[in-house]
């Protein structure tokens, strides 16, 4: 029986149909996926055999084909759920964009002379005051220590702009939340959704490191409400940037996650009907070729924050700390606060090439043990 398998050319990244055989495949996941999406078609055959399986983290994928008659495919992969999808169409690569299938990779141009890089600011962010009583205030009310943070941010543009030879435009977004129904006490109202509001007042300018600081320091501080806040509509208020030059960066910088299908932050800690979810503004970013780097703010380790679980349940905290990591295009580019340094982080996001994905897409491909 000939089968032939889709998959990405470890060389090119062009997907090419590969000839295999019941046995033992091995094929590599590419940076950001979090699933592999796998087409089989028997020789002879109009069948399209599609299978899922999910491996966030892990490099490759050990894959064991069977084809035990003729119309017949089987694929295994030990210590993972395979899914297997219908044939048709839909569940592949779209034309235009992503309709809910698998989505094509993108590459890092390697020899880009431009940089296009959004700073998209958790506007709710927070910073701890008082052990006792485990007392949290604004981040982004309180100048003198946000501007610690807004020094770093600057000195990063700063570095990425030698990087392209002063070639960097920069935009600015920050999100609150949506404001919760029936709430009018003053720290449960978010001022804004997304910051600035209005299309026209977030597009791309030629980076001043002055005028980034002082921008940075203007973002007001907004209320979140409940736990999630609004980081689903600021990734989708990046997406209707005016993307251009030949690379393209997102710095996601805050605590506050946002709405997921895929991955629900826990229970009570969404008080909203939301319209927009994380996962699926991560694919409208990387239909323009966006590069993801997340910049996690958690509460200091050794506050004994973490061990009050009326004030701040644990799982709440770790299910934050990991969509932010989830956010990053490559695990390199999941930063956190504390050990965030301006120069090395601005070198390892140039450095990063090779293509990227999110969600599902086809895997690279390694070899075949007959």
Request: negative net charge.
């Amino acid at each position: 029986m000939s089968l032939t398998m889709l998959a990405l050319n470890p060389r090119s990244g062009e997907l090419e149909p590969r000839a295999v055989s019941p046995g033992v495949l091995r094929l590599a996941r590419v940076d950001g996926a979090e699933r592999v999406h796998i087409v089989i078609t028997e020789e002879g055959s109009e069948t399209h055999h599609r299978f899922e399986v999910l491996c966030p983290r892990d490099a490759q994928l050990r894959l064991e084909l069977r084809a035990p008659a003729p119309g017949q495919v089987e694929l295994i992969s030990p210590g993972r759920e395979v899914f297997r999808l219908p044939a048709d169409a839909h569940h592949g690569p779209k034309e235009g964009g992503w309709r809910g299938g698998a989505v094509l990779p993108r590459s890092a141009a390697r020899e880009a002379r431009s940089l296009d890089l959004a700073l998209l600011i958790d506007g709710t962010m927070t910073w701890f005051e008082d052990e006792e009583h485990f007392r949290l205030l604004p981040l982004l009310a309180e100048p003198e220590r946000w501007a610690g943070l807004v020094d770093g941010l600057v000195a990063f543009a700063v570095e990425l702009s030698k990087a392209f030879q002063g070639r960097l435009r920069v935009a600015t977004l920050a999100f609150g939340d949506t404001p919760l129904p029936h709430a009018h006490a003053e720290d449960l109202v978010p001022r804004y959704e997304v910051w600035p509001e209005g299309a026209a007042r977030r597009g791309f300018r030629a980076l001043h490191a002055g005028g980034l600081s002082a921008q940075l320091r203007q973002i007001p501080h907004s209320s979140g409400g409940d736990f999630v806040d609004a980081l689903a509509e600021g990734l989708h208020a990046c997406s209707r940037l005016t993307w251009e030059s030949e690379r393209r960066m997102l710095l996601v910088v805050g605590d506050s996650p946002g709405c997921s299908v895929l991955r629900p932050v826990g229970h009570n800690a969404d008080a909203q009907v939301r319209s927009r979810d994380v996962e699926s503004e991560l694919v409208r970013l990387h239909e323009h070729s966006v590069e993801v780097i997340s910049l996690y703010n958690p509460p200091p380790h050794d506050s004994g924050f973490y061990d009050k679980r009326e004030k701040a349940p644990a799982q709440l905290l770790a299910a934050a700390r990991e969509q932010y990591a989830r956010l990053a295009t490559h695990s390199s580019l999941a930063l956190d606060v504390p050990s965030f340094n301006p120069g090395e982080a601005a070198a390892v996001a140039v450095a990063r090439q090779g293509p990227f994905a999110r969600a599902s897409t086809w895997g690279m491909w390694v070899e075949s043990i007959s």
